[in-house]
């Protein structure tokens, strides 16, 4: 199993462009969700959902978007990137009540 | 907000000595896991302990878990300098499964 995949690993925006960030797992969860991590902080989290077809929102969703139709895939959206978006981005599965796998993290820059 | 508060921030120690953070949380839990997570990498699953249970071990790991109070801790024991990270505690809530909430971290550093 490759577990939780993100690409890609570095990106640089320039304000006001949008890109999606791209997440899958191969471990059947139907747990998926997207956090963010500042420098010195722990993560927060963007969206998540529950199922394919299901999705809410977490603590920081403004400027993102998601959506969710196969279990596999969870990509998320920037649609119109601000400096205040420059984090390091992270993807996570599981089953329910169940241990969280995280990708490796995209590191994204926007200037 | 965050839910888990970790103490202390930094914790240097030498190789051979013991490593003691604490997690403070604010809302009842369905678990708590705990994270460790290398400059500039991802997160490594340590360990998840429920709400039921009050102590899990794994390896040189020992977690505990006091709901009465809403505190867990960790104990790495004989630490070795491959355990300098930032250790994170992250719960679970009840009625908000899978929606982790993070503290800011334990910074370990580990000298030889």
């Known amino acids: 199993n490759a577990g939780v995949t993100q690409t890609p690993k570095f990106q640089v925006l320039k304000t006001g462009q949008s890109m999606t960030l791209q997440c899958a797992q191969d471990?059947?969860?139907?747990?998926m969700s997207w956090y963010r991590q500042d420098p010195g902080m722990g993560l927060r989290l963007i969206h998540y959902?529950?199922?394919?077809?299901?999705?809410d929102q977490g603590e920081v969703p403004n400027g993102y978007n998601v959506s969710r139709s196969t279990t596999e895939d969870f990509p998320l959206r920037l649609l119109s990137a601000a400096p205040s978006q420059t984090s390091v981005y992270f993807c996570?599965?599981?089953?329910?009540?169940?241990?969280?796998?995280f990708g490796p993290g995209t590191r994204l820059t926007v200037l | 907000s965050q839910q888990g508060e970790e103490d202390p921030q930094a914790l240097s120690i030498q190789e051979g000595e013991n490593a003691t953070m604490n997690c403070s949380y604010k809302t009842s839990i369905n678990n708590l896991q705990w994270y460790r997570q290398n400059s500039g990498r991802g997160l490594v699953h340590l360990i998840l302990i429920r709400s039921n249970e009050r102590e899990k071990h794994s390896g040189r790991l020992r977690v505990t878990l006091d709901t009465s109070k809403k505190s867990s801790s960790l104990l790495i024991t004989a630490s070795r300098a491959a355990d300098t990270a930032s250790y994170f505690c992250?719960?679970?809530?009840?009625?908000?499964?899978?929606?982790?909430?993070f503290g800011a971290g334990t910074q370990v550093v580990v000298t030889p």
């Open positions: 471990m059947n969860h139907e747990y």
């Open positions: 996570a599965s599981s089953l329910r009540g169940d241990t969280q796998y």
């Open positions: 959902s529950v199922g394919a077809g299901i999705t």
């Open positions: 992250a719960t679970d809530a009840v009625l908000s499964w899978g929606k982790l909430q």
